[in-house]
């Protein structure tokens, strides 16, 4: 991380001039005081000047140590949430391909990396997967509209969900209006893409998940990561 030095400069310069000025005030009145309560009084301001930056730095800290800790929960309640919903869109997606098989790492890593034409062949886009594909965009909407508040998503993370929200609004745009077979299907591609995207982003998304279908139905023996490196190969 890159420090500004004038920016620590001019944060620390009302401390320093209160620390200098209770030193100054605390030395003139102990040789120039004409009497003694005038000194006690003086010495007392002193004292005040030089307690006020340890207050200020007592908290600054404390307001730094919650504000850490609140954004780490809020992390975490956002990253819960995003994994629930990659889990109902990955569920859409089966469902609107009429995927039977059992939902395991293998056989996700393997829909995933389906091609266009694939998914042309398969795609069903039925009234209720296009009211749960809706469900889906908007609690992505939601989420992202939580982070532009509290911006503890990274800025690829929001790159590639912002992507992926588009991708769906395609989706359901042309479901609703044309039903282009060949371009649903690449739209679905796209969205497939996308969370491969966000799960090669976030390695912790990606073991997350990984667990969550591993104590479901037995662990998977590849990776979502490595499965998307091979992709990237072909």
Not at 37 to 47: C, T
Not at 57 to 66: A, E, G, I, K, P
Not at 99 to 113: A, C, D, F, W
């Amino acid at each position: 991380m890159k420090i500004n030095l004038r920016t620590i400069l001019l944060k620390s310069l009302p401390y320093l001039m209160s620390i200098a000025g209770g030193i100054v005030l605390y030395t003139g009145a102990i040789d120039n005081a004409p009497n003694g309560n005038i000194r006690d009084l003086v010495i007392n301001v002193s004292a005040s000047l030089l307690s006020i930056p340890l207050v200020f730095l007592l908290y600054d800290y404390t307001n730094s140590r919650v504000n850490s800790q609140m954004r780490r929960h809020m992390a975490d309640s956002i990253g819960d949430k995003l994994n629930s919903l990659m889990l109902n869109l990955i569920t859409v997606l089966r469902e609107s391909m009429s995927v039977r098989s059992k939902l395991t790492v293998e056989n996700l890593n393997r829909m995933l990396m389906w091609r266009a034409s694939e998914i042309s062949r398969r795609i069903k886009i039925t009234p209720s997967v296009l009211e749960k594909l809706h469900a889906c965009h908007n609690e992505l909407d939601g989420l992202l509209f939580h982070n532009s508040q509290s911006d503890v998503i990274g800025a690829q993370q929001v790159q590639i969900l912002s992507s992926l929200a588009r991708e769906i609004t395609h989706l359901i745009n042309e479901n609703k209006f044309h039903k282009n077979r060949h371009l649903s299907a690449k739209y679905t591609e796209n969205i497939m893409s996308r969370i491969l995207d966000w799960l090669d982003s976030d390695t912790v998304a990606a073991v997350m998940l990984g667990n969550h279908l591993a104590e479901t139905i037995g662990p998977g023996a590849v990776t979502l990561k490595d499965k998307k490196q091979e992709k990237t190969k072909k």
